[in-house]
């Protein structure tokens, strides 16, 4: 018979959560990164494409590609009970 400890089962959930809480917080910086690329990419391409800005303006500092966090795994759940044991050791 198959039983699973209630602590066991919390412990699982909040590192579940955690790891979550993490990718939560590195999409926050990843879109703040992002946003700061974006914008630093549409002021250089608008500084080009006038010729007076292009000649007289120093060109914007483009800051490096943020790359995309990892998504953590699914939840799974708790472990599932194989019926035929749980039956089988009645």
Do not use: H, Q, W
């Not at 917080?25 to 630093?40: E, F, G, H, I, M």
């Not at 608008?46 to 998504?71: G, N, Q, S």
């Not at 953590?72 to 708790?78: F, K, M, N, Q, V």
Request: some cysteine; hydrophobic content about 40%.
């Amino acid at each position: 018979m198959i039983t699973t400890n209630y602590n066991n089962l919390i412990a699982e959930y909040d590192a579940v959560k955690a790891g979550y809480t993490t990718f939560n917080t590195a999409v926050t910086s990843y879109n703040t990164l992002k946003d700061a690329y974006n914008t630093a990419l549409k002021t250089e391409k608008t500084r080009k494409a006038d010729f007076f800005k292009a000649a007289m303006d120093a060109p914007t500092k483009i800051p490096d590609r943020p790359c995309v966090p990892t998504t953590p795994l699914a939840y799974t759940g708790p472990p599932s009970i194989v019926l035929a044991a749980a039956i089988t050791a009645a």
